[in-house]
């Protein structure tokens, strides 16, 4: 059973920037499609950004479209999540997730995601 788990989360200055990581158990890893999603106190769970297991499509939210980036690297089952231009809204629990379908099935599909890790608390402050 894939584990992940996530590391990088910490406090911020708005306009700062952090690099989240998710380092999946094992090697099947490989064939998943990945993402991060982020949940701020009072609020749903929401998508962020994904990315297919060849890194290929990478969809984001709108939210965060020109200030993060996802990538992966296939070799040590990790994906990563750099975060530039941060404000105080991003303030959230990051969780990585990882699913066996397509990373717009992920977004679509929310509580049918495969795997997820336990989340990491990033917070932003003005």
């Known amino acids: 059973q894939v584990q992940l788990v996530e590391s990088g989360g910490g406090s911020v200055q708005a306009g700062g920037s952090l690099r989240l990581s998710c380092a999946a158990s094992d090697r099947t890893f490989r064939t998943y499609a990945m993402g991060w999603f982020r949940q701020a106190p009072g609020k749903e769970r929401e998508f962020v950004a994904a990315i297919s297991w060849s890194g290929g499509s990478t969809p984001y939210a709108d939210s965060v479209k020109g200030r993060f980036t996802i990538s992966r690297d296939n070799t040590v089952n990790s994906i990563y999540l750099q975060m530039n231009s941060l404000k105080p809204e991003d303030t959230a629990v990051y969780y990585c997730?990882?699913?066996?379908?397509?990373?717009?099935?992920?977004?679509?599909?929310?509580?049918?995601?495969?795997?997820w890790g336990k989340g990491t608390l990033v917070t932003v402050s003005s």
């Open positions: 997730a990882a699913d066996r379908s397509n990373v717009y099935s992920m977004i679509e599909n929310v509580d049918g995601i495969d795997y």
